[in-house]
């Protein structure tokens, strides 16, 4: 078995492409080798800043040879079947072989040299393979990351036959890049010359002597044991940061960390500040004081090489650079004090949230009622969890947050502490945007959780309010993160609310907003009828539709001040069926089943805390023999009934225990719904789902004797409709648990 050896050597490649680009390279390679019918030991690719590198262990020489019988059509088929077949063959009709009325073709192949599938594959790679940018260089038509300057394709030590074609001529003939066995070290340390490979363990030999780590894992342990190390040489402790370690390890080919200083008086702005300002602009690293709080007066900045006097002169520069950095956040730290909550908020009265949902603004106004509505059923005050909604996105209109987006509601949270509010406004300011992410943590402070929600929901609302739903792997506006962020907001909490109510609020909301924006659009005075559609009941809630205001704001909180979770509308489905199939992703990640929380959803509960209750028990239940069981016996009970509604309405009132010659199974199958009923019922009512699960465990056995002994579809009509009753009071006792008919199984 033989090696293959592939480098693609090319100018600087963007850090966040080059393990893309290595994914890339590994699948459009496998699939071309599958599809050509090779097979090897081991596939790997590596991706660095000038090179993405392929090597394969353990292919064969050539593909092997195709023998195969391909049935083709009968030998009654039309002429057009037979010449489409012989095409796709290549043989004519006398070659092939009749057998039971059918043609057959043997078709035989010889294997073909591995080396020609490669240069097919590396014509496959370059002119295939997407990068989010790209780019033609010089007079090339051929587009590519960055401009490619070597090939190596070796098999075995061999020169593979290859030429990129860059699309353009110098001299009558094409420009192309010829495959060969050199490539280039470190750009300004090592030899300084390309050089000769023959396999790749010699390629990453004389790769790592003239200074190029080729692994991406490999370059990452460099920066993170020097950066540690020189942090620890100064009694000082490296800022994790995951993310700008893995973009740091694409920005240097021998990455060299550098401990550098920076001036005190900028450790007097919020950490925050300093350390966005450090990654964003300069990719450095922030560094701390052991056991201590806040930052060091340091960083690590990562050189691509290594300085004679050590990395002093670049450390200089680079403090040179981060100080004015850090002069930019400290202009944006001083002036946003002096503008304050008033005068920002009044700025979001123009900026757009979305063309069709309106201001940041009117989403303020929606959260801030959201926000009340909720705090009472979280353990907050009303007043105060609207008063920090209206405080909460402020802080998107102030210099900081211009400058650095990341740091909403961080930066609300620093000033409103500065401007005198409470510490827990202040914490669900900075807070309210969590969780962000499936790692991200759940706020439990109530205040923050009111607000959270409050604005969750309210996004979730008003983009499905619009029809801007997720569709696919598409989700630009996030909102599976905003379904998943409510979701934990409540499990964690254990917080009880009813999620569809607070919907259907959001959704007047959007809604009043909406209409207040087309009416005033139009120059039409505004009414309230002119805001909502709600049936007849609701409507009389609500100011007679003749009443005029010539205030629109005013008119907005009429509207507004009369809206109660009570209110229902007749044209919003509701999200609850989205929270359903993001809760089943969650659960389905802990190991529950997806169908068991879509019978939990059918039963119409919005509060998720009871919701997943049930179906752990319901789980933990269908797990026994007694569930498995009486679940088969659920299905067979319901086909029946199925069966029946078809032909007609199925009998209804009380199921008789006292009719002549009446089977004992029959009998003893209604006394124990009977007793199951009861005892579901009161479970239910205490939230006992385990009890409920027992009490149903309990039909198990007098299920499978009635399904025994008993025929359902009697000849004598009284008998089969006392049996039908039966089934169907059995239907609706377990029906009050969850939809069995739901569950696979």
Same mark, same amino acid.
């Given at each position: 078995?033989?090696?293959?050896?592939?480098?693609?050597?090319?100018?600087?490649?963007?850090?966040?492409?080059?393990?893309?680009?290595?994914?890339?390279?590994?699948?459009?390679?496998?699939?071309?080798?599958?599809?050509?019918?090779?097979?090897?030991?081991?596939?790997?690719?590596?991706?660095?800043?000038?090179?993405?590198?392929?090597?394969?262990?353990?292919?064969?020489?050539?593909?092997?040879?195709?023998?195969?019988?391909?049935?083709?059509?009968?030998?009654?088929?039309?002429?057009?079947?037979?010449?489409?077949?012989?095409?796709?063959?290549?043989?004519?009709?006398?070659?092939?072989?009749?057998?039971?009325?059918?043609?057959?073709?043997?078709?035989?192949?010889?294997?073909?040299?591995?080396?020609?599938?490669?240069?097919?594959?590396?014509?496959?790679?370059?002119?295939?393979?997407?990068?989010?940018?790209?780019?033609?260089?010089?007079?090339?038509?051929?587009?590519?990351?960055?401009?490619?300057?070597?090939?190596?394709?070796?098999?075995?030590?061999?020169?593979?036959?290859?030429?990129?074609?860059?699309?353009?001529?110098?001299?009558?003939?094409?420009?192309?890049?010829?495959?060969?066995?050199?490539?280039?070290?470190?750009?300004?340390?090592?030899?300084?010359?390309?050089?000769?490979?023959?396999?790749?363990?010699?390629?990453?030999?004389?790769?790592?002597?003239?200074?190029?780590?080729?692994?991406?894992?490999?370059?990452?342990?460099?920066?993170?044991?020097?950066?540690?190390?020189?942090?620890?040489?100064?009694?000082?402790?490296?800022?994790?940061?995951?993310?700008?370690?893995?973009?740091?390890?694409?920005?240097?080919?021998?990455?060299?960390?550098?401990?550098?200083?920076?001036?005190?008086?900028?450790?007097?702005?919020?950490?925050?500040?300093?350390?966005?300002?450090?990654?964003?602009?300069?990719?450095?690293?922030?560094?701390?004081?052991?056991?201590?709080?806040?930052?060091?007066?340091?960083?690590?900045?990562?050189?691509?090489?290594?300085?004679?006097?050590?990395?002093?002169?670049?450390?200089?520069?680079?403090?040179?650079?981060?100080?004015?950095?850090?002069?930019?956040?400290?202009?944006?730290?001083?002036?946003?004090?002096?503008?304050?909550?008033?005068?920002?908020?009044?700025?979001?009265?123009?900026?757009?949230?979305?063309?069709?949902?309106?201001?940041?603004?009117?989403?303020?106004?929606?959260?801030?009622?959201?926000?009340?509505?909720?705090?009472?059923?979280?353990?907050?005050?009303?007043?105060?969890?609207?008063?920090?909604?209206?405080?909460?996105?402020?802080?998107?209109?102030?210099?900081?947050?211009?400058?650095?987006?990341?740091?909403?509601?961080?930066?609300?949270?620093?000033?409103?502490?500065?401007?005198?509010?409470?510490?827990?406004?202040?914490?669900?300011?900075?807070?309210?945007?969590?969780?962000?992410?499936?790692?991200?943590?759940?706020?439990?402070?109530?205040?923050? =959780? !009111?607000?959270?929600? #409050?604005?969750?929901? &309210?996004? @979730? +609302?008003?983009?499905?309010?619009?029809? %801007?739903?997720?569709? /696919?792997?598409?989700?630009?506006?996030?909102?599976?993160?905003?379904?998943?962020?409510?979701?934990?907001?409540?499990?964690?909490?254990?917080?009880?609310?009813?999620?569809?109510?607070?919907?259907?609020?959001?959704?007047?909301?959007?809604?009043?907003?909406?209409?207040?924006?087309?009416?005033?659009?139009?120059?039409?005075?505004?009414?309230?009828?002119?805001?909502?559609?709600?049936?007849?009941?609701?409507?009389?809630?609500?100011?007679?539709?003749?009443?005029?205001?010539?205030?629109?704001?005013?008119?907005?909180?009429?509207?507004?001040?009369?809206?109660?979770?009570?209110?229902?509308?007749?044209?919003?489905?509701?999200?609850?069926?989205?929270?359903?199939?993001?809760?089943?992703?969650?659960?389905?990640?802990?190991?529950?089943?997806?169908?068991? =929380? !879509?019978?939990?959803? #059918?039963?119409?509960? &919005?509060? @998720? +805390?009871?919701?997943?209750?049930?179906? %752990?028990?319901?789980? /933990?239940?269908?797990?026994?023999?007694?569930?498995?069981?009486?679940?088969?016996?659920?299905?067979?009970?319901?086909?029946?009934?199925?069966?029946?509604?078809?032909?007609?309405?199925?009998?209804?009132?009380?199921?008789?225990?006292?009719?002549?010659?009446?089977?004992?199974?029959?009998?003893?199958?209604?006394?124990?719904?009977?007793?199951?009923?009861?005892?579901?019922?009161?479970?239910?009512?205490?939230?006992?789902?385990?009890?409920?699960?027992?009490?149903?465990?309990?039909?198990?056995?007098?299920?499978?004797?009635?399904?025994?002994?008993?025929?359902?579809?009697?000849?004598?009509?009284?008998?089969?409709?006392?049996?039908?009753?039966?089934?169907?009071?059995?239907?609706?006792?377990?029906?009050?648990?969850?939809?069995?008919?739901?569950?696979?199984?």
């Amino acid at each position: 078995m033989s090696q293959l050896l592939i480098e693609i050597f090319s100018e600087e490649i963007p850090a966040r492409m080059q393990q893309g680009g290595a994914r890339d390279l590994e699948r459009i390679t496998s699939d071309a080798f599958k599809k050509a019918g090779l097979t090897w030991d081991s596939l790997t690719t590596y991706g660095g800043p000038r090179r993405l590198t392929l090597v394969v262990e353990g292919l064969p020489v050539a593909t092997p040879d195709l023998n195969e019988e391909l049935k083709g059509p009968k030998t009654s088929a039309p002429a057009q079947a037979m010449e489409g077949f012989l095409r796709k063959t290549g043989l004519t009709q006398d070659q092939l072989v009749e057998r039971d009325g059918i043609y057959y073709a043997q078709v035989s192949q010889k294997g073909r040299a591995t080396t020609e599938v490669v240069a097919e594959t590396l014509e496959t790679v370059f002119h295939t393979m997407s990068w989010p940018k790209s780019q033609r260089w010089g007079s090339n038509s051929f587009r590519w990351v960055r401009p490619i300057h070597r090939i190596i394709a070796l098999f075995d030590g061999a020169v593979i036959p290859y030429a990129l074609d860059l699309g353009s001529t110098v001299g009558g003939e094409s420009k192309k890049v010829v495959a060969s066995n050199v490539t280039e070290g470190h750009r300004f340390m090592g030899s300084g010359q390309p050089f000769e490979v023959t396999d790749f363990a010699d390629y990453r030999t004389k790769l790592e002597r003239n200074f190029v780590v080729l692994s991406f894992d490999d370059r990452k342990a460099k920066v993170l044991e020097g950066a540690k190390a020189v942090c620890a040489a100064k009694g000082l402790e490296l800022v994790d940061d995951i993310g700008l370690l893995d973009e740091v390890a694409g920005l240097a080919e021998w990455p060299t960390p550098i401990l550098g200083d920076m001036a005190p008086e900028f450790l007097a702005l919020p950490p925050e500040v300093v350390r966005l300002s450090m990654k964003v602009h300069q990719k450095y690293f922030a560094v701390r004081v052991p056991n201590a709080e806040g930052l060091a007066p340091h960083y690590v900045v990562v050189a691509n090489i290594e300085a004679a006097d050590g990395g002093k002169a670049l450390a200089a520069g680079n403090s040179k650079v981060l100080s004015a950095r850090l002069n930019d956040g400290r202009f944006f730290w001083e002036e946003d004090q002096k503008v304050g909550f008033d005068k920002w908020n009044e700025k979001l009265s123009g900026v757009t949230f979305h063309a069709k949902l309106g201001t940041m603004a009117e989403r303020v106004e929606r959260i801030a009622k959201l926000a009340a509505e909720i705090a009472p059923l979280v353990g907050a005050d009303a007043a105060e969890a609207e008063k920090a909604a209206r405080l909460a996105k402020a802080d998107l209109a102030s210099g900081m947050v211009s400058e650095f987006p990341e740091l909403q509601g961080i930066m609300g949270g620093y000033y409103a502490r500065l401007a005198g509010q409470p510490d827990a406004v202040a914490d669900a300011i900075r807070d309210h945007y969590k969780p962000q992410g499936p790692a991200d943590s759940v706020p439990s402070a109530p205040l923050t =959780v !009111a607000i959270a929600l #409050a604005d969750k929901i &309210d996004t @979730l +609302v008003g983009f499905f309010a619009i029809d %801007e739903k997720p569709t /696919g792997s598409k989700d630009p506006y996030a909102l599976r993160r905003a379904a998943l962020g409510v979701i934990r907001l409540i499990l964690d909490n254990n917080t009880r609310l009813p999620l569809g109510g607070l919907g259907d609020l959001a959704y007047v909301l959007v809604k009043c907003h909406n209409n207040v924006r087309a009416a005033l659009a139009q120059n039409e005075e505004i009414t309230v009828g002119a805001f909502l559609v709600l049936s007849e009941e609701d409507r009389s809630k609500f100011v007679a539709a003749s009443e005029f205001m010539s205030n629109a704001v005013a008119q907005m909180d009429l509207i507004v001040s009369q809206i109660s979770l009570d209110t229902k509308f007749e044209d919003f489905a509701g999200i609850l069926p989205f929270f359903a199939d993001r809760l089943s992703v969650l659960l389905r990640d802990q190991g529950q089943r997806h169908d068991l =929380v !879509a019978a939990v959803f #059918a039963l119409g509960d &919005d509060d @998720l +805390v009871r919701i997943v209750r049930r179906v %752990e028990a319901l789980s /933990g239940f269908l797990a026994t023999d007694d569930g498995a069981n009486l679940l088969a016996g659920y299905k067979r009970a319901s086909n029946i009934l199925k069966a029946e509604e078809k032909k007609g309405a199925l009998p209804s009132g009380i199921v008789s225990v006292s009719m002549a010659s009446q089977p004992a199974e029959e009998v003893a199958l209604a006394n124990a719904t009977a007793t199951a009923d009861a005892a579901v019922n009161k479970a239910l009512e205490t939230e006992d789902f385990a009890a409920a699960m027992t009490a149903l465990a309990a039909l198990r056995a007098p299920v499978d004797a009635f399904f025994t002994g008993v025929m359902v579809n009697s000849d004598v009509a009284e008998e089969r409709d006392n049996r039908l009753k039966l089934l169907v009071h059995v239907r609706e006792v377990m029906g009050r648990v969850a939809d069995f008919g739901q569950i696979a199984g």
